[in-house]
Structure formats: C-alpha cells, structure tokens
C-alpha cells in the first residue's frame, strides 16, 4: 500500500484526517507531520516526523524517508490569524503548496490540498455560488487560496501533477480546537453552552455562511482523494456543501439541549471577513463527478457534537 504524509497533522482537519486514514490504511501507513517535536496523543499511535513544511530539504528527506505517494498538505495560516501578518500568511500558504506541487512532478503519485470559501468575495452570488463564479477575496487566506487553485489546475495541465482539491465551508468538529478562522464560532459556541458559560460571539446573529460537520468533510477528502482519475472534471477546487445557518441558528438548536444559554453578539474585524463570503454553495458539479452526499444538517450536527463533548468538560 502507497504510503501517506499529512502535512498539518495536529490542526482541526489534520487530526480527523489522520485518525481516519490510519483506520482505513493502517496506522504504519499513515505519517503524521506538524511543527511539534512530538505528536499529541490526539493523533493516536502511528510514525511521526516534526516538520516545518517551509523546510523544503526537511520534507523532501521525510519523502524519501518514508517512499511517501501520496501527500495532504493542509499546513496553512487561516482567515483570521493570516490579517495579523498577511506577508508570513502569504509566504507559507503560497511557498508551502509550491514545493508540494514540484513534489508530484518527480515523487508523489497523489496530492490532497485544501481551498476554501474565502476564494469568493463581495461581488460573488450571495446564494448558491456556482463552480465558476467571480472570486475577489480581500483576505490574504482567501488570495492565497485563490492563486494555489490556479497554480493546482497549472501543474495538472501543465505536468501532469495529480492534484485534487475543495473548496470547504467553515468546519466544525469535537476532536480539536478551530485554529484562528472567521467560523470558529460555530465551535467556540458549543464549549460554553456546555460549560453554562456565557458567549460573546464575534459575528453578528443574523450572519448566514455555509458550514459543514467534519466527519463529512473527511469523508469528501478521501472520496475525493479515491475517485478514479477521470471522475475528477475539476482541477482547480470542487464546491463543497452541507448546511448553511447563522449564530442565532446554531443558539437556538442549541438551546433545545440548554436552555438557559446566554449569548452576546459583539462584532469584530471577522465581521467584515464573513460579510465578503457567500451564505450557501452550489456543489452540484462535486455530487455528479464523483458522487459527494452530505450526511449532517443543523440538528443532526447540534445533537453530535454535544453528543460528543459533553462528558469532556468541566461545568463552571
């Protein structure tokens, strides 16, 4: 079996991914990498290489270390983090995906690299957003992001790379914690209600974006990721979709579990992020070329995740 690196291991989708892909693989066949010197236990059992993805000669050791084909380069700055030092943003987003990308010219069968929403911008449809739309994002992720699809669909065309893409919603799971996005909110929210906590949320309530649970944004990387080559049509970054809701959505499902949970909604420099994205996506393309079905809407991701943490934390 062709042998995996996850580059970003430790994040909100390196540690699902990597749990899951070691369920199905094998451990032994799954290597984790982040900047840590030593793994979380989160990522569970399995080899484990420190690597700053900036390191070109570090990751192309662990390349032959290891005879990895196939690779997940997940390792980004986000939304939010990447406005406090959009040049550092710029330089290990756009510098980072590049040398994964020569990779795949000579060593690497396969690559996974992720996209996002913050492609799109104020001039994009505000409701299901086509596969090809205008994209004018005024985020440094969402510029960064933009530029990695076209220099993804330039190594296909170009060199052949197989290189597959989504473009994700905001994410939301129980296994870690988000890491610096305009969505993290919509994680944030659930660690107070159940801790009979109080929230000020950062976005205003009536603010609609697409979201999505991660165990089906797992689920559609590695559909994505298994899909015979000629099922996959787009080669910049397919739509993705699952649910869209607002910060009074997600309260008031929530409320159904805890009912005296109090939120404040006080707005910040995410507001003017989330204001630029779309409120709903059309992922048609992704459901006819390889198949993708979302699992989870608003309840059935409410009920999961507090299924899930409830019995982790402490009740103030």
Not at 141 to 150: D, N, T
């Amino acid at each position: 079996m062709d042998k995996i690196l996850i580059i970003g291991a430790c994040g909100q989708l390196g540690t699902e991914l990597t749990l899951k892909l070691r369920a199905m693989k094998g451990r032994d066949s799954v290597v984790a990498t982040d900047l840590q010197n030593e793994p979380p236990k989160i990522v569970g059992d399995g080899p484990y290489e420190p690597l700053n993805i900036l390191d070109s000669d570090r990751f192309h050791e662990i390349l032959s270390t290891h005879d990895i084909k196939e690779v997940y380069h997940l390792a980004a700055i986000l939304s939010a983090k990447g406005e406090d030092n959009p040049k550092f943003a710029w330089k290990l987003n756009m510098e980072s995906l590049l040398t994964v990308l020569e990779a795949g010219r000579n060593k690497v069968k396969k690559i996974y690299w992720p996209s996002s929403i913050a492609v799109f911008g104020k001039d994009t449809p505000k409701e299901n957003v086509p596969q090809k739309t205008i994209m004018n994002p005024d985020t440094v992720y969402g510029i960064s992001k933009l530029a990695g699809e076209r220099w993804c669909e330039y190594y296909f065309q170009k060199y052949g790379v197989d290189v597959r893409s989504l473009r994700y919603p905001g994410l939301i799971g129980y296994k870690a914690m988000p890491g610096g996005g305009t969505t993290d909110y919509a994680v944030h929210v659930f660690h107070k209600a159940i801790a009979r906590e109080s929230y000020e949320c950062f976005i205003e309530e009536g603010t609609v974006l697409p979201m999505m649970y991660m165990e089906d944004a797992v689920r559609a990387t590695i559909e994505l990721m298994e899909a015979p080559i000629d099922q996959v049509k787009v080669r910049s970054s397919y739509n993705l979709a699952a649910m869209s809701f607002s910060p009074m959505s997600i309260t008031t499902e929530i409320r159904k579990h805890y009912p005296d949970f109090k939120i404040t909604f006080v707005p910040d420099y995410r507001q003017k992020i989330a204001n630029s994205w779309p409120a709903s996506i059309d992922d048609s393309e992704a459901r006819a070329d390889w198949g993708w079905r979302h699992e989870y809407g608003l309840p059935e991701l409410v009920e999961t995740m507090i299924g899930h943490l409830k019995d982790t934390i402490v009740v103030s």
